[in-house]
């Protein structure tokens, strides 16, 4: 007996509906991008493993899909190394590539290869399937698509204050109340200096970051796993817990970063922001989260997080400012920043508030009964024409009986029926059926035409 068929853990199939309901997501991304003036490319599912590793982090690293090499993938290993059994060690061996983990590294890749075809700034969007090696849990997938907006090219803060419009606009679209959280990699350096736990960096931000999600004891804790001092773990708490308005926590934060050069900056940064998107009409909240650290390295300056508010679920959306990205690929001092929407939450999201619009997940609205071949050769023509007004159409591929046929529309959930027989034929009409209310009437193909698309 044949082994069940399935799919990895942490992967998804799609049928029509669903896929209809990710176009709806996908295709309001896309024509929003398209309305700030970005520039949709692609990039390759796999990049090389020089290309990824040490780009994310050493939690970042681990979740990388590597690619076992084609051919005698175990030439180049001894006898040796395979009795020690040191997998990282092996894996240079026996892996040269690896799945995208995310779209902006590979997009820095390509800047860099493509540098004398692009125009400075350059605002690409993406929007690709992505790999991870985590465990799956409710809204975290091993693979899921990623809808990415850069602009690489421009130290300017009006690219920001643009990203931000971009997604108050998008989840206003959609229809779905949402959060929308920033902070500034530069304060939460500055914090790491004044708590005297500058080069703890890293171990500070990575443990804050999940506050959310562990609560404060736990980061706390964490904290001191990572060998930062109870001195310098009292002084983050009063920042942990800082409340109060935007412009009230700004204040706070600037007179505790005062001695700080760089925690400064990122005050003067985030209120630059913060003060260009009160003017812009922004639909959703903006707040200043002094906790959002956003656990990739390559993040510099600004950084954002979107929570939906009605459904519990992780971030949606993310991003940030890189000012150095490219240069690990031997273009330095090429800026960028970008966001990034999670179209696999957004689809769960939307699906848990119902948000999808009527048409945008509506199949085929007319379907032709097949009464044999004489009536199908009448009914081609009506059917081009009902495609050409731009009515989803299709013609009963056998001539079945018509119990089977009905039944076949009411499955697709398809709004109207046309019935042409001997009597239809001479007449030059065609029964017209609809299908919600079971009223059928005797029409020309144009009055057939005209009635459906007034629905």
């Known amino acids: 007996m044949a082994n069940k068929p399935s799919i990895p853990k942490g992967t998804r199939d799609f049928g029509p509906e669903e896929m209809a309901k990710r176009n709806y997501i996908f295709d309001t991304i896309r024509q929003v991008y398209a309305l700030y003036g970005f520039q949709q490319i692609e990039t390759p599912a796999m990049e090389t493993l020089h290309t990824l590793m040490g780009k994310y982090g050493e939690e970042g690293d681990k979740l990388l899909f590597k690619i076992l090499n084609s051919g005698d993938y175990l030439k180049s290993v001894s006898d040796d190394e395979l009795t020690e059994r040191n997998t990282l060690k092996m894996q240079t061996k026996l892996c040269e590539k690896g799945l995208r983990y995310d779209l902006t590294v590979p997009f820095a890749r390509y800047v860099v290869m493509h540098r004398e075809e692009l125009q400075l700034p350059f605002k690409r969007y993406q929007i690709q399937p992505v790999w991870r090696a985590d465990r799956p849990q409710k ?39 949402v959060q929308i959280k920033i902070n500034n990699r530069k304060i939460l350096t500055g914090i790491a200096e004044v708590i005297g736990e500058k080069d703890k960096i890293v171990d500070i931000t990575v443990a804050i970051d999940k506050l959310d999600k562990i609560g404060l004891d736990n980061v706390n804790a964490e904290l001191r796993e990572n060998n930062i001092s109870e001195e310098a773990i009292e002084k983050l708490q009063p920042v ?7 412009e009230e926590k ?170 042409a027989g001997e009597s239809e034929i001479e007449a030059d009409k065609i029964t017209l059926k609809d299908m919600a209310t079971g009223n059928q009437q005797l029409v020309t193909a144009e009055e057939m035409i005209s009635l459906i698309m007034q629905r």
């Open 240 to 246: 942990i817990k800082l409340e109060g308005t935007n």
């Open 250 to 419: 700004l204040a706070v934060i600037a007179e505790l970063l005062k001695d700080s050069e760089t925690g400064l900056k990122g005050v003067e940064e985030t209120r630059f922001i913060l003060d260009m998107l009160k003017t812009s009409g922004l639909k959703n909240e903006i707040q200043l989260d002094l906790t959002l650290a956003r656990g990739l390295n390559y993040y510099t300056g600004a950084i954002f997080e979107v929570k939906a508010l009605d459904v519990q679920i992780g971030s949606i959306t993310g991003g940030g400012r890189y000012d150095n990205l490219t240069g690990i690929f031997g273009m330095p001092g090429l800026s960028g920043v970008g966001i990034s929407f999670g179209a696999d939450r957004i689809y769960d999201v939307l699906n848990a508030l119902d948000l999808y619009p009527k048409e945008s997940v509506q199949g085929t609205q007319l379907l032709f009964i097949n009464f044999g071949e004489k009536e199908t050769a009448y009914c081609m023509p009506i059917i081009a024409a009902a495609r050409q007004a731009g009515i989803r159409a299709e013609m009963y591929p056998d001539n079945a009986k018509m119990k089977k046929q009905m039944s076949y529309a009411n499955a697709k959930s398809i709004g109207f029926v046309a019935l």
């Open 139 to 177: 809204g975290r997938y091993r693979e899921f698509y990623q809808c990415d907006a850069d602009v690489v090219g421009s130290d300017s803060l009006l690219n920001e204050v643009e990203l931000m419009q971009i997604v108050d606009t998008v989840f206003s679209k959609f229809g779905v109340r």
